[in-house]
């Protein structure tokens, strides 16, 4: 199926983080294009974690700025980009480990729940049908990851392979026009990988998601990818698609170091 | 084999979410209840409601309030005492400076101005948490200690520091009896109990449990941790002010500041600890243990003392009280940190099972 | 004016005091990370215990010596105090060392009870007392300067010389020993002290008898000053406000909050008290450590608080 890529949803300019001495990313520009999956990749410690994080609100760059959806920030606050459609799931799984599956994905359902507290307390008319509503999106949600076995399970006694897979629904849950992947397929076996690859493609098929995913399984990104930035020390040393990165001389430098 | 839920398929979201899907659990709670209402004032006599049932209760519904605050949403409260303080006391002048004054309107009062305090000194769990916000939580248990110690307004300028309350009525029916005393607290723990279960598996119960587990994380969410944090100050407050209206005007009938001290923010934070924090059943095991431990070490250890020739004085019991709720506590952290609810949810998983082995 | 002094003086000596009491919980919470609440009844139980001992083995070994019996109280204390380390870092804390702050605090919360039961059950529940020769006279000091001269005691100003010879003592033990370098890698990073060998049991059975060697000293001097009396209240929650201040890792910190806590609770209660009723004492110290919370929660002299996703 061919898909169509949008215009420009993400824009990144210019943008700088420092941690007092330690200068995590450097002057790193590059774009996002609607509907497309754009991925990070780059060795351990390039910053690839930090740059989502900028994006996500997490960190407050140094310097530059970023635009999305026409609105150019400084400074990303995390509550009015997640209103603004952008979701993601961490490296470290930062799951409510006390909740079940489906609490936990349907937390990421919070931000469209408009009853009030007296509402909910009196789980009264307009509060109940609310929380049926969002039950039935999480339950598509959870049949789309076929995960419903699982649902009341407390998501800490679930294998880490389906701990990612509620890590995403959660993501999901929220809508977004745009999700960050933070290593999604880490620790997983071939055939997780697998799933988890189905799933990615499914969401940005299905739902037209853009999709900004950090992978270090080279198969993966250059597979599913449709196009790629590079990072290395902080520093972009690569962007454009899968199989010109493939062959740039800097890009194969970082990873396999210079030959003396 | 009987505790099942076989053959009980919910065909509508609506009954999966309900409060007690499991129909055995409804007929259970059902059958709790008339037995509170009706069964009870049949069996006991008035000590009993007097030194146990009422004090169990009232501290139920304090127990509950904290429960909410420490064990859903992760804030360490070690000022419960000044917020049950500011729900008598305002409760007090709401009764007795306005004319005609319905008691539960005081009552509710009590709770209303208990909220704005709490709100007040939740402001800090916005930006520490852990050891710091204990401390932010213990400034508001010493400045209300002495301000109604101090500021006489509070205490309608009584000369002896200590106010009281008398001829409680609601809608014409006294309730002096420990007998209607027993069924109005029963009915606010209800009521109450009810309107905390609907908000604890809500959208903002999820929000405290967020905020709880991992509050970086709930920001990326979309998830607002000030609303979040001071929603649970408030909602736990009221409710410990209400609980704190209660314990004055129903079990004390007079009162000084004394009885708000930091010893009850402790024994009701052990409450939500040995009951199991983030359980509602958990602070009516709370409150409970907490409540008969004493009078039973009363009982039994001088008993126990005439019967080893040792004699055991009342400082001593208290001693023992002591040692036995630190030691308790302890144990539950290491053993159980969800405390005697789990136990209970564990015993119930085995009941799944019974007469079976497997 | 002479009077303001005074009131300084007093503030300062109870300062130190606090600090005293607030020294333990640092020196726990730099080595390990746990949080200490039962520091004050550590604190209490060692002065009872030294009440007691040198008490009861006059009695238990047939001598008269006043001083032998202050000594051999002492090291009896010593003794306690080291079983009562040893005895929570086996059966409490082993147990708990994955767990997050919270639990750990509330943990100590309940060692504190247990603390306060058993110790009363042990050593009695009247109030004791504790003399170990300081002087009880006050006296009159800057004579010229001021008619009459500022009223200043002398056990106050032992105390002091007592307790900055604690701090420089400490302070040596974590600089120049290895111990003290031990200690410090583990409060830096549980498990790359493990990784090189440091063993992370015994280190925290070390910290907590230096904290009740602490106790004990604080103890002693309370003790000595007030009589010793189970009060939970006063001691171990008047130092929390000081560790606030001065920054839960620091132990120069410890030392500046409690001297300003010390003043400012007295000054407050002399200056200001009169105008709103008295007895502010109770929570000056907590609202001031409020307003650093708000604005400043590491303290004076802490280090950072930082969050990590």
Redesign the interface.
């Known amino acids: 199926m061919s898909k169509v890529i949008g215009d420009v949803i993400l824009d990144v300019q210019n943008i700088s983080l420092r941690f007092g001495g330690v200068k995590a990313l450097t002057d790193i520009s590059f774009n996002v294009k609607e509907h497309e999956i754009r991925s990070i990749i780059g060795p351990n410690g390039a910053g690839k974690s930090s740059m989502l ?1 900028c994006i ?3 960190y407050t760059p140094s310097e530059g700025s970023i635009t999305f959806r026409g609105q150019t920030f400084d400074h990303m606050n ?2 009015q980009v ?2 603004m459609g952008i ?2 799931t ?1 490296q470290n799984l ?6 079940s599956v489906i ?1 936990n994905i ?6 469209k ?1 408009k ?1 009030n ?1 007296l509402l ?4 009264w008319g307009p ?2 049908r609310e ?2 509503a969002h ?2 999106k999480v ?1 598509h949600i959870i049949d789309f990851l076929e995960i419903q076995a699982f649902r009341k399970t407390p998501v800490g006694q679930l294998p880490y392979g389906l701990q990612k897979r509620v890590d995403l629904g ?1 993501a999901l849950a ?1 809508e977004p026009k745009v999700l960050l992947l933070d290593e999604p397929m880490a620790g997983m076996n071939l055939e997780e990988k697998q799933d988890m690859c189905r799933f990615i493609l499914d969401v940005n098929d299905e739902f037209g998601t853009t999709i900004v995913l950090i992978e270090h399984d080279m198969g993966v990104v250059m597979d599913i990818s449709d196009r790629v930035v590079v990072l290395d020390y902080g520093k972009k040393i690569g962007d454009g698609a899968p199989d010109e990165v493939r062959n740039n001389e800097d890009v194969i430098r970082a990873y396999l170091g210079t030959s003396h | 084999m009987f505790y099942r839920e076989n053959g009980q398929f919910k065909t509508s979201y609506q009954a999966d979410q309900q409060i007690f899907p499991i129909t055995q659990d409804r007929w259970a709670i059902l059958a709790i209840i008339a037995f509170a209402a009706i069964g009870v004032p049949l069996l006991v006599d008035e000590y009993f409601y007097r030194a146990i049932l009422i004090p169990f209760l009232i501290l139920s519904l304090a127990a509950l309030g904290v429960n909410i605050l420490v064990g859903y949403c992760g804030q360490i409260s070690l000022g419960s005492g000044a917020f049950m303080a500011v729900g008598a006391y305002m409760a007090y002048n709401t009764y007795v400076r306005v004319d005609g004054m319905p008691l539960i309107v005081a009552l509710l009062a009590g709770g209303f101005f208990a909220t704005l305090v709490g709100l007040v000194f939740g402001i800090p769990s916005l930006r520490v948490k852990g050891l710091y916000l204990a401390v932010a939580t213990l400034a508001a248990q010493f400045f209300c200690d002495w301000a109604f110690l101090r500021i006489g307004w509070f205490t309608n300028n009584n000369a002896s520091g200590s106010v009281s309350v008398s001829n409680l009525n609601v809608l014409g029916w006294t309730i002096d009896t420990p007998l209607e005393k027993y069924l109005f607290c029963l009915g606010f723990l209800v009521v109450f109990g009810l309107l905390a279960k609907n908000l604890v598996r809500s959208a903002i119960g999820r929000e405290w449990m967020a905020i709880r587990d991992m509050d970086v994380a709930a920001a990326v969410i979309g998830i607002r941790p000030m609303y979040a944090k001071l929603s649970a100050f408030a909602v736990s407050s009221f409710i410990v002010g209400v609980a704190g209206a209660l314990w004055g005007f129903v079990h004390l009938g007079s009162w000084e500041p004394a009885a708000f001290s930091i010893d009850r923010s402790f024994q009701l934070l052990f409450m939500v600890i040995i009951g199991g924090m983030g359980s509602i059943m958990g602070s009516f095991f709370g409150a409970a243990f907490i409540v008969v431990l004493p009078i039973f070490l009363n009982q039994v250890l001088p008993a126990l003392g005439t019967l080893v020739g040792v004699d055991i004085s009342t400082a001593t019991v208290s001693h023992t009280e002591y040692m036995i709720f630190g030691a308790l506590i302890v144990w539950f952290l290491i053993v159980e940190p969800h405390g005697l609810a789990k136990l209970w949810s564990i015993g119930k998983q085995k009941l799944r099972l019974w007469p079976f082995p497997h | 004016m002479a009077f303001f002094l005074e009131t300084l003086f007093g503030g300062l000596m109870a300062g130190m005091l606090y600090s005293l009491v607030a020294l333990g919980f640092v020196l726990i919470f730099k080595a390990s990370g746990v949080f200490n609440f039962a520091q004050g009844a550590m604190v209490l139980v060692a002065a009872l215990s030294m009440a007691r001992f040198s008490e009861w083995l006059p009695l238990w070994l047939g001598f008269e010596s006043k001083v032998l019996a202050n000594v051999l109280g002492f090291a009896a204390s010593v003794v306690f105090m080291f079983l009562l380390a040893w005895l929570v870092e086996r059966l409490v804390l082993r147990h708990l060392v994955n767990q997050e702050g919270v639990t750990l605090l509330m943990a100590t919360l309940g060692i504190t009870y247990f603390i306060d039961g058993f110790g009363q059950t042990l050593f009695g529940s009247d109030i004791y007392k504790i003399d170990v020769g300081m002087p009880k006279d006050p006296v009159f000091i800057l004579d010229g300067v001021f008619e009459g001269g500022v009223l200043v005691n002398q056990e106050d100003v032992v105390a002091a010389l007592i307790a900055a010879v604690l701090v420089a003592a400490l302070s040596l033990f974590f600089q120049k020993t290895s111990t003290g370098r031990a200690l410090r890698a583990v409060a830096d990073d549980h498990q790359a002290a493990q990784s090189i060998g440091i063993p992370l049991n015994r280190i925290w059975v070390i910290v907590w008898c230096v904290a009740g060697i602490t106790a004990l000293v604080a103890g002693i001097i309370w003790g000595s000053k007030l009589g010793v009396q189970f009060s939970l209240t006063t001691v171990a929650l008047r130092a929390l406000p000081v560790i606030i201040l001065g920054g839960l890792t620091s132990v120069p910190g410890a030392i500046i909050g409690g001297l300003i806590i010390g003043v400012g609770e007295k000054l407050s209660e002399v200056y200001i008290g009169p105008l709103v009723g008295g007895g502010i004492e109770i929570w000056f110290a907590y609202m001031l450590a409020l307003v650093f919370l708000l604005f400043r929660p590491q303290g004076l002299f802490g280090e950072k608080i930082i969050d990590r996703v």
């Open positions: 994080n996500n609100g997490v995390s509550r997640a209103e979701a993601r961490f930062a799951l409510f480990k006390g909740m609490d349907m937390s990421g359902r919070n931000l729940i009853s507290l909910q307390a009196l789980r509060a109940e929380e049926i039950r039935e339950e959660r929220m």
